[in-house]
């Protein structure tokens, strides 16, 4: 079935001004539910496994990777997972939330609220739920049934007991062997356990032609994918996840393919708000998702890709060029 355009809002015709002040009171009105590590690039990276992730673990990143948690939930439609783990009959002991980040990634209802792992205690009491990441920036108290540790998910895994959910999230341009960590997830699943991926599509684009190859937006991108993928790290997994899914031996395979705008030009409620979420959190991370590439990988001046960022920065918050990309969700069950 074919999709239709999203529907673009006329009323959205705002300056930079503007934008600039909804995009603060926006992110004001969000709730910020939010070691030795090295700076770089004015910005704070992890320590275990150095290079092993691009972006910093500091502040802001942790404020921006929340606002990211928000955005992923509403424009899913209001839900975190799609697995059928709360369906009736259903005992689901062991959870593992593979990169979790900040810890928010498990809330308790599917309104998006963003308590975090902290609630996933409260939705599963019987579960034992543990989340990893490089970074220890997880909150300091959580119930008894929910554990962080710091590790890196395509090392060893020596899991005591396997997991009957396992979930994967927001992992662009973070692993070196998608194959292996899909496998690795299988075999660590027990039978009749669910796996849930949900990543993105990051190459921008639009559906009436307002963004263009002119545009600096399509040439920061068309710089930015290719570093990652000089590092070995894919930077659009959300449409290849399938097939790795398929390829590990899961059954039951399904995907879900969700538009995400950038900026608050949609005239539907959900999308505006999905978009201007998109907006801030983008123009908060342009310089997390580019320094150590551009400059580490790429070998440009911090100055060149300041003066780009400016550009870019410029053209996502023009309500005339109504700019999205895709994000998939990708189910699939171990055979019983």
């Known amino acids: ?5 999203i529907e673009v809002d006329v009323g959205e015709g705002e300056t930079d001004s503007v934008i ?3 995009l603060t009171a926006y992110t004001a009105s969000l709730s910020s539910s939010v070691l030795d590590y090295p700076i770089e690039h004015g910005r704070r990276y992890h320590a275990f ?3 092993a992730y691009a972006m910093p673990n ?17 424009g899913i ?8 783990i709360d369906k009736e009959g259903v005992n689901v002991q062991r959870i593992l939330d593979i990169g979790t980040g900040t810890g928010i990634s498990f809330p308790a209802d599917d309104e998006g609220t963003n308590q975090g792992a902290i609630e996933i205690g409260d939705r599963f009491p019987g579960a034992e739920v543990l989340g990893n990441d490089l970074s220890a920036i997880q909150p300091e108290w959580v119930p008894p049934n929910v554990k962080f540790e710091v590790d890196d998910v395509e090392s060893e895994w020596t899991h005591v007991a396997p ?35 949900q990543d993105f599509d990051l190459l921008y684009y639009s559906e009436d032609g307002s963004l263009t190859d002119d545009h600096h937006t399509l040439k920061w991108l ?9 590092i070995g790290r894919e930077p659009c997994p ?3 996840q399938e097939k790795w899914v398929r390829d590990a031996g899961f059954q039951n395979v399904s995907v879900k393919k969700f538009r995400f705008p950038l900026g608050p030009w949609p005239k539907d409620p959900l999308l505006k708000e999905v978009g201007m979420c998109n907006l801030a959190q983008v123009l908060e991370g342009l310089e997390a998702f580019s320094l150590r590439l551009f400059c580490d990988v790429g070998g440009w001046d911090e100055k060149e890709v300041t003066l780009l960022l400016s550009k870019v920065r410029k053209e996502v918050k023009n309500p005339k060029i109504h700019m999205q990309f895709d994000f998939y969700v990708t189910l699939g069950q171990k055979p019983e």
């Open 77 to 84: 439609g209001n839900k975190l997972f799609y697995a059928p």
């Open 58 to 74: 500091d502040e802001k990143e942790m404020d921006r990777l929340d606002l990211t948690h928000h955005m992923m939930v509403k």
């Open 222 to 230: 068309k710089a930015l994918l290719p570093l990652a993928d000089k």
């Open 20 to 22: 600039e002040d909804r």
């Open 49 to 51: 496994r150095p290079g």
């Open 238 to 240: 959300g449409p290849k």
């Open 1 to 5: 079935m074919a999709e239709h355009p």
């Open 163 to 197: 997991f009957d959910y396992i979930f994967c999230r927001y992992m662009f341009a973070c692993i070196l062997d998608w194959p292996k960590l899909v496998k690795n997830v299988y075999d660590n699943l027990n039978p009749g356990g669910w796996a849930e991926f």
